[in-house]
């Protein structure tokens, strides 16, 4: 069977066959005498076998060249030589959370927290933790930034401490529902009628949350055969990190479906277990899809694998924009100095998305030779490029206290620019003082609960001193609350015109800007009208939106991204 | 579940006079969905599989049953011819000896024969549209076999095939059981029901494309048989629920002939909060000797060549990482399945995430290295308490 019949012309013999039995006997005796012969060799005990050792994890390529400080750092003792678990200086440590790798800046965090427990750490150190905890916006480590926060003084302290509640008391409630759902109780699944951001929100806590809220995740995102509701799943889940999600997730990448496998592969590279990388390498090495092979390659890349760094670089040139800017985001994780240049050359460009995730590009880079452009850039008048490059020169200038570089200190980002005060055009004092006593009862009708009244009375004040953005702002979120979405955007969008830096730097009044065009978008998504969506989209993240929580920001983005995919067909 | 009641008592007479001869169950099938009466608790019973209590399956039968004389024109014939095979039959099993033959002739060496090639697209050729399941994993482990060369399963499956083939040519009434779980045939399935099944694992197999089957492992809690359900990728028709959970079963069908037998429930209800009494259970049923494995995963290929692939719990007294492999009390070895860049003991590491494992479950391969086991899943003792996590 192994040699072919023609190699032995004494088979028949052997086999008890007549002599002229044909080729089809001959088969079949051979089949049989084998399949016996093998069963009873599998049913007796072997010998000892030799040894094989494992060839899993180890075998993962390890960057070459690279010999700086931060690509020797490991994140646990247990690697050997310098590790961030074991680092005691916290400048140095707050260093690696801005510039690290994803598993450094997952390490520096959890070791930031526990310097905070430590009653020794200088209040200065304390200070400036606190400091970059509360003004780090990094949506890959919220988990671990959360758990900080929850270290630290003052409000944002309840407020990781009561997110973190918030999550498990929900997630809590959602087993119970889960538990109905199956048994057949209730016919609506849970999750799914949740909104993107809520769901996201939960899942950022995913590890504190019950084993059985995990495994209907999985059974949903693996079971479901609607592509649609699963790539809402898996961008729910992007920032879980969760192994319990392995499993499904593996079984996604080993699919078909382009967009499933480039969600998957997001999801599951931010998850560390040593079942990822094989997973991503078979998935990146059978892939022939373009944006799929960079997303793939970029996921090995986050996990420590660079070798799709070339191939990624050469779709730099191509002139699909779905690919370039995959391409463009690839290069977070698999970039190197040496992609500075071309990558500088997309932050001119016109279209404000490919700029933005240029200068991401950059800033995970992190090499000194961006950081002129960036500072032009910085400098900007719109509010997305702004905050990008001020968060991109932010992380250079960790790399390059990490390397060891002097940073250009006047290309570093300035210290906050003290608030811009909206100040009104020159009004009577009569006028203003009108607008005033409508505004001021309107805020006492509102304290009061009386929604109705408060909104009559700022409209007036609006009508009377139509530069002023407060009332505006307080009328838009009447309106909000109440899902009328295109009044109060209408509001929105004059005090974004008005005050703009204001509205911004407010976080408690930019997530209801935000949120605001997101619904808003979703409602005219769901009227058919695709293009408007978008551009709302397009239009909130032209603005600074560091200040509005992450999933929130997330959710934004990947309904802008399903909704740009959808555009090109 | 509905409780057969009132006016019908003559039936529930007639049932509890043929009791006592055996009758325990009785089954009929309608418009595609089974109606099955059976008693418990002194009360008649029906189920249907369509789901819907009092249904007009349900009603049909019980017409039937109580309707008194067959209608006089029907007449009965005393003796039936069998009907000779059918041409679907006779393709498939002659595609399968084809391929034997294609085999034989060229030699597993010679991987990309052209005439192996031309002997599997007829196999794909004759075989019913879609491929049924079994075929389908039958020709991906063939590849499979034949790319890495392993002569050993490569003659299991052919071997397990030309039986098969010889029911096939014995006519559509033969082997009922075979050809339902070859070619999902309606005919020749086993019923199970009342029981309680914990699904342990799950994996995506290779069928016709890399894959591109699912396949589920449950165990019922008492007997401690284990069975498999499949779906194709696409393909929603399963039961639903995470793995693990827990299927209070009233009703499925079990095709036997595969090993572990394939079952298909139709009604149940779930429990996706599973308790720790059943991986108590499970941990029971592990093996704790290579010896005892080995010789059930022999006695399985032995019934089933071409159709088996056992699935096995086993505790291990260690685990040797660096030797990839389990070794249980008397020192021997079970190696575990590598892909390509991950050995099986980091993935099952990867699982336990710290945890002590207890037993491992997965399924048995017959190798020309011998005797492997890929590990699906783990039961661990984190705490003081048994959990199971999903190694794939």
Known sequence: MREGLGAKPELRAQLALPADSDDRAVARAIASELASADVERLSRAERRRTAQPGNGSSLMPVAAGDRSFLARLKTSDAEGGESVAAMVDVPTLLAVLRAGSLQQRRAAARRLAERLTDKELAPDDRRSIQEVLEQLRDVEIAYELLAGHQLLNGPTSREAQSARREAIELGERLKRELALYWEGETHEEPLTKMSGDARAQLMLHARDLDD??????????????????????LSSVRYASDARLVPSLVSLLEGAESRIVIETARAISRIEDARVWPALLAAYERSVID???????????RVGDGRAADYVRAQLKSQDEHVLTRALEGLRTLGTAEDVPVVLTFVRSSDPVI???????????????????????????????????EEALQQIGSRLVLRGEEPDDDAL??????????????????VRVRAFRHYAIGRVWQLLGAHGRALRRFEVAVKIRPDWAVPMILAGTIYAARDDYAQALALFRRALELARRSVERNPLVIVHVARCFLRRSEQVERDGRLAIARGLLHEVLTLDLRRVPSSLRFEIGRRHETLRLLGAG | MSEHSGGNEALLARFLQHAESGLRRMSFELANEQVTLFMRDGRLRELCTCGVERCEHIAVVLRFLTDGAAPADVRVRSSVRPPPPDQGAVALATAFEELCVACARAGIEARDSPSINQALAQLLTAAPDPVPLSLARWIGRFRDALAFGELGELSRLLDGALRFTDQLREGPLSAPEQRRAWLDEVDGSEALSEVTLVEVAREWITGLDRASIERRYLIELVSGQVYSEERRRDDSRISVGPCPRLAQVAFAEIDSATRPPRAKLLQYTLSVQVPEAPWQRVVSLAETQLSVLRERFAADLRASPALAEPFAIFAPAQLEVAANALTDAEGERLALRSDPNL??????????????????????????????????????????????????
């Open chain 1, 212 to 233: 059985t809220l995990l495994w209907h995740v999985g059974a949903l995102i693996e079971g479901s055969t609607d592509p649609v509701l699963k790539r809402a799943l």
């Open chain 1, 291 to 301: 944006v799929e092979r960079i997303a793939l390659g970029a996921a090995l890349g």
């Open chain 1, 355 to 389: 700029a933005t995730k240029a200068i991401h590009t950059l800033g995970r880079i992190s090499d000194g030779r961006g950081l002129a452009e960036l500072r032009v850039a910085r400098d900007a008048p719109s509010g997305s490029l702004g905050a990008a490059a």
């Open chain 1, 413 to 430: 980002p300035a210290r906050a620019e003290p608030e811009r005060k909206v100040t009104a055009t020159a009004q009577p004092f009569a």
């Open chain 2, 343 to 392: 050995s099986g003991i980091d993935a099952l590491l990867a699982a336990t995430r710290g945890a002590d494992v207890v037993c491992v479950l997965g399924r048995m391969l017959g190798r020309a290295s011998g005797l492997l086991m890929k590990p699906l899943s783990v039961v661990v003792r984190n705490g003081g308490w048994l959990e199971l996590r999903r190694v794939t």
